[in-house]
């Protein structure tokens, strides 16, 4: 353990300067939670989205699964995880900026319908 200031230093730099960022992420989740209700086959209980995490299902019936929604989305840059067949999980963080967050939401839609102007978002 001769390296534990190394160690430490990274820690303390994160609790100095991204605590603070914690809220923003937070709010950007909740408006991706809010904005994914919006497309048709998606559900997100936006009463659980209380941090960066949240998790996305994909209504039953619909034309997508979560593994080809995964696919498609890695195409446009969106990193995700399958939670299961019919739910993916999404965490952001600070470098993630609410432009970011329409570009996810615009991607969401051309991947499910090919579509991004039908909720708005391009």
Do not use: W
Request: hydrophobic residues 35%; charged residues 20%.
């Amino acid at each position: 353990m001769r390296q534990v200031g190394i160690l430490c230093a990274g820690a303390l730099v994160a609790l100095h300067e991204n605590v603070a960022k914690l809220e923003g992420d937070h709010k950007k989740a909740k408006t991706l939670a809010e904005g994914l209700n919006q497309i048709k086959g998606l559900r997100v209980d936006t009463e659980t989205v209380e941090t960066n995490i949240l998790y996305v299902h994909i209504l039953e019936g619909s034309t997508i699964t979560a593994e080809k929604l995964y696919k498609k989305l890695e195409e446009y840059g969106i990193l995700t995880m399958n939670e299961s067949s019919s739910s993916i999980r999404i965490v952001l963080h600070h470098q993630i900026s609410a432009s970011d967050v329409q570009y996810t939401l615009s991607c969401f839609q051309k991947a499910l319908t090919g579509a991004p102007e039908e909720n708005g978002y391009q």
